[in-house]
């Protein structure tokens, strides 16, 4: 298998050509998907397809058919030897996508053309993927008591950096598409989620209140504590005191995206 150029593994200077760049990537990763992995079909979607804007932090979203649970994680093994660092990308199948992210994804569901009325569905189709590791992480905490810990905590401190990631994408879809762009400082990720408690572009209300913003950075501060631990280096009673409240805070979560959809759908007409 050819080598990554090393063009692609700079990071392009300006959005349009990390877009191109990401472009050859994503055929790349077709190829060793479908030679290596027997994948049936690769299919290119989300920003890069044309499905949000795209900006300097978008990932490269690839689904896939005909590829097991087992060799999906180790095809995603192989795609993060070949992607460059400074291209975050995910990998879903599409027979076990969330009904509502598969339709998204084979466009049976179109986008709406409407700026405010495409960015609420954005939000919505956001909130789809999060209930999903939510589900998954609450399903984790009920069997914590009947299943060894060095398996439990590792568990629930990915489901918990996954619930974050979900959390960010909300916000980082409302300012991309109504503020203009992505906080640019070194501490982004913490300004993300204080941008989007606060009125911003285009008259938009704040997507949570602060009060819900200060839970939600609990979260991103784990996150960012744990990037560098090994699995054993894990407070188990601290991941799980975190988890243990993630059901109850993604229903605030959703109610919040609710109220902000209702004003994007005001402002739509």
């Given at each position: 298998?050819?080598?990554?150029?090393?063009?692609?593994?700079?990071?392009?200077?300006?959005?349009?050509?990390?877009?191109?760049?990401?472009?050859?990537?994503?055929?790349?990763?077709?190829?060793?998907?479908?030679?290596?992995?027997?994948?049936?079909?690769?299919?290119?979607?989300?920003?890069?397809?044309?499905?949000?804007?795209?900006?300097?932090?978008?990932?490269?979203?690839?689904?896939?058919?005909?590829?097991?649970?087992?060799?999906?994680?180790?095809?995603?093994?192989?795609?993060?030897?070949?992607?460059?660092?400074?291209?975050?990308?995910?990998?879903?199948?599409?027979?076990?996508?969330?009904?509502?992210?598969?339709?998204?994804?084979?466009?049976?569901?179109?986008?709406?053309?409407?700026?405010?009325?495409?960015?609420?569905?954005?939000?919505?189709?956001?909130?789809?993927?999060?209930?999903?590791?939510?589900?998954?992480l609450a399903a984790v905490v009920d069997q914590a008591d009947t299943v060894a810990e060095i398996s439990v905590t590792p568990a629930l401190a990915a489901y918990l950096k996954d619930f974050n990631i979900g959390c960010e994408r909300l916000a980082e879809r409302v300012v991309v598409a109504l503020d203009g762009g992505l906080p640019t400082s070194e501490n982004w990720h913490q300004q993300l989620l204080q941008q989007a408690a606060e009125p911003g572009g285009q008259a938009r209300p704040p997507l949570w209140e602060r009060s819900l913003l200060l839970k939600l950075d609990a979260y991103r501060r784990f996150r960012h504590r744990v990037r560098h631990l090994y699995n054993l280096d894990l407070d188990s009673k601290q991941v799980l005191a975190l988890a243990q409240p993630v059901p109850?805070?993604?229903?605030?979560?959703?109610?919040?995206?609710?109220?902000?959809?209702e004003w994007l759908v005001e402002r739509s007409h």
């Open positions: 298998m050819p080598l990554m150029p090393a063009t692609l593994n700079t990071l392009p200077a300006s959005a349009e050509q990390r877009r191109q760049a990401a472009w050859a990537i994503a055929d790349q990763c077709s190829r060793i998907l479908k030679q290596e992995f027997g994948a049936t079909e690769v299919i290119v979607f989300g920003s890069l397809r044309g499905d949000a804007p795209w900006h300097n932090d978008s990932d490269l979203d690839l689904a896939v058919r005909g590829i097991s649970s087992d060799g999906l994680l180790k095809a995603f093994d192989r795609l993060a030897t070949i992607v460059p660092r400074w291209l975050p990308f995910d990998l879903v199948a599409v027979e076990r996508a969330h009904e509502r992210v598969r339709d998204r994804i084979l466009k049976i569901t179109p986008m709406p053309e409407n700026t405010y009325l495409a960015l609420q569905q954005r939000l919505e189709d956001e909130l789809a993927t999060i209930q999903q590791t939510v589900d998954t109850a805070l993604f229903g605030q979560v959703q109610q919040a995206v609710e109220q902000f959809g």
